[in-house]
């Protein structure tokens, strides 16, 4: 692969890059920081790619090291609340009774491996994932996305680890929520 080739191609993941990190970061400065950060990586070592994998999984596995250098470098500038009165403990009342059982059975999401493949499907997630408030967003991220362990997650952000479970709990009802009205609700069970 020419040099050429090889920067062309960088330059056509670049767009995918930058929603990846706004998605992960949800500051556009950072993100920006992230994605040239990556690709001066890319650029520096071009024969550590080696056509192993697809160059755009190659390209997110340096972004996910560098989104978490960022969050390293900002923690500071990340500020979670305990009390974010963004009106979780309303649903979960609405969502649940006293004993812990659902209220109202889960709409069928049909096939989930089905709904995998679909491109469409992943739009709705990015789009349900980014209204999520910012630092339960962060935190969700960095668990599900980043996959970073538990514990680091919670020294990188001062959190104790029962208020990350809080935190995921709460980021996964609301997405649970957000796909039930935006997707799963919108198509028919095969």
């Known amino acids: 692969m020419s040099e050429t080739s090889f920067e ?34 890319a650029l520096s070592k071009p024969q ?23 969050l390293r470098q900002r923690k500071r500038e990340v500020t979670l ?8 403990e309303e649903l979960e009342a609405l969502m649940f009774k006293a004993d812990g059982h659902y209220v109202q059975r889960p709409a069928d999401w049909g096939n989930p491996e089905q709904e995998l493949d679909s491109r ?17 967003g962060r935190v969700f991220m960095m668990r599900e996305w980043l996959e970073l362990p538990s514990d680091e997650i919670c020294k990188e952000l001062g959190l104790t680890a029962t208020n990350l479970y809080v935190q995921l709990h709460r980021a996964r009802l609301r997405l649970r929520e957000c796909l039930e009205l935006n997707w799963f609700g919108n198509h028919p069970a095969s």
């Open 120 to 136: 469409q499907f992943f739009a709705v997630l990015e789009a349900c994932t980014e209204k999520l408030p910012a630092a339960m």
């Open 81 to 88: 609340s305990d009390d974010d009165g963004d009106g979780t």
């Open 48 to 70: 550590s790619f080696g056509n192993r994998s697809q160059l755009k999984t190659w390209l997110v596995g340096i972004l996910k090291h560098k989104v978490i250098d960022q």
């Open 8 to 41: 062309h191609q960088l330059a056509e993941h670049r767009v995918y890059l930058m929603r990846f990190a706004r998605l992960q970061l949800r500051n556009d400065a950072w993100a920006e920081d992230a994605v040239s950060e990556t690709i001066l990586a």
